[in-house]
Each structure stands twice: as C-alpha cells, then as structure tokens.
C-alpha cells in the first residue's frame, strides 16, 4: 500500500515525537542515529542528500520538533546566520534549498507579499 506524501510527513512527525522523548535521558547520539534510520522516507520525500539528512535531523533535534519543508529552509537560514553550520555543510544546505525553490518554481525573495 502506497502512503502519499501527506501520511508520510505525518507519520514521520508522530515517530519523531516518540523519539525525541529519548533526548532528556541525554541520549542525543543514540537518537540521532535512530531518527536518522527511521526517518528515511522523509530524506526520500524532502530529497536531501546523505549530506543534508544528518543536518536536517540536527536542526530537529535543536528545535526539538518536526521539521517541515518551510521549517527546515529558516532553521538552516537562521542556523547559518549564527555561524552553527560548517562552511562545507553550508555549501550543500544552500543547494538542497535552492533545489527546494526550482522545484517550487518561487522566485526572489519568498516572504515578499505582492502588492
């Protein structure tokens, strides 16, 4: 059976929150590593790369909750305007987001309101 992408983000987010619960035991690597195994078909649906999953999942992680699409690009932003995102990282975060605006086909700034 086929989930669309609408159960996949809620059932990521319902596991996620389950998972989260692990991080006030001080476990932050033991939940990372298993959000970043069972949070896979969210790498599959946001299309991030081997490289951008583990700095979604830390964004997450930071926050503490779920990360969508709009969520993750202003974590990242946000993340990189404090300098908390190594230079190399930043360089494929910067393309997963742009890969994100071209398939959205969103130009120029997108909290821009038009007039």
Do not use: H
Not at 13 to 29: C, D, H, Q, W
């Amino acid at each position: 059976m086929e989930m669309d992408k609408l159960e996949q983000e809620n059932t990521a987010a319902t596991v996620f929150s389950y998972l989260i619960r692990g991080l006030s035991n001080g476990n932050r690597e033991a939940v990372k590593a298993e959000l970043l195994q069972k949070m896979t078909p969210i790498k599959e649906l946001y299309g991030f790369s081997d490289e951008t999953f583990p700095l979604y999942i830390d964004q997450c992680l930071e926050r503490k909750k779920f990360l969508k699409v709009q969520d993750a690009i202003e974590a990242f932003g946000t993340a990189i305007d404090a300098g908390s995102i190594k230079s190399k990282d930043e360089r494929v975060v910067m393309a997963w987001i742009g890969e994100i605006m071209r398939q959205n086909k969103t130009t120029g700034n997108v909290k821009t309101k038009r007039r």
